[in-house]
């Protein structure tokens, strides 16, 4: 069965440190991998995603993701973070073609002044 | 440009009352639908999926039902609702492709008293 880690429930951070927000996931098959972020009270928006080709993933915001297939990982990084990064952000796999996606419990990303 | 809406934003019901929770996608056709749950300070449950008119998944036995009775409408239904229905509904849609990423809706508060 495929399974989706995010290994921190929450991080915090100062303005415009760089940040790691770390996924492993668990799956037998090939994967398309997505990063979502979530406002307070908000639905989710896309931050970018993995189907093929290049490792390196760049999105919106000035995020960025790396896919490791030896690691099973898919870490969210950005350099510099700003406080209207604080969210949510939600790491997920799709595997099958129903199109369902499997979303690892969350990372609170707290940035302080 | 495809959009999708849900409504109502907010809802607060007493134990027992009916439920229902409506999903429009705009500018799409025939698109994947899907209805997540999100309890607080957790993460996304799947509820429902539909690939089509009448075409219903459930991934959770609970006290909730789904319906699509046209291509882009998507209704979340409650004959008596439990304390344990409170949460925060997402609505996501993706094309009929598979494995396809996900958009999701502002999303509805739902409030059980």
């Known amino acids: 069965a495929q399974s989706v880690t995010q290994l921190d429930s929450q991080v915090p951070v100062f303005e415009e440190a760089p940040v790691e927000l770390r996924c492993n996931y668990s799956s037998s098959v090939s994967v398309y991998l997505f990063w979502y972020v979530q406002y307070p009270n908000q639905g989710l928006q896309l931050l970018l995603k993995y189907l093929s080709g290049s490792t390196l993933v760049k999105g919106i915001n000035g995020f960025e993701a790396e896919f490791n297939k030896s690691q099973t990982s898919f870490h969210l990084r950005k350099p510099s973070v700003h406080i209207s990064d604080t969210a949510e952000y939600f790491c997920a796999v799709s595997v099958s073609n129903t199109g369902k996606l499997i979303f690892g419990q969350g990372t609170t990303l707290q940035v302080k002044p | 440009s495809q959009t999708i809406h849900q409504w109502p934003a907010t809802l607060v019901q007493p134990v027992g009352s009916p439920l229902s929770l409506e999903c429009t996608v705009e500018?799409?056709?025939?698109?994947?639908l899907y209805w997540y749950r999100q309890a607080a300070g957790r993460g996304l449950q799947l509820l429902f999926y539909s690939v089509g008119i009448g075409q219903i998944s459930s991934e959770v036995p609970q006290n909730l039902s789904a319906s699509r009775p046209q291509d882009r409408q998507f209704i979340l239904s409650s004959k008596k609702l439990l304390l344990s229905d409170s949460g925060f509904y997402l609505c996501?849609?993706?094309?009929?492709?598979?494995?396809?990423?996900?958009?999701f809706g502002p999303g509805t508060r739902l409030l059980v008293l």
């Open positions: 996501a849609w993706s094309v009929r492709r598979g494995r396809e990423t996900q958009y």
């Open positions: 500018g799409t056709s025939n698109p994947n």
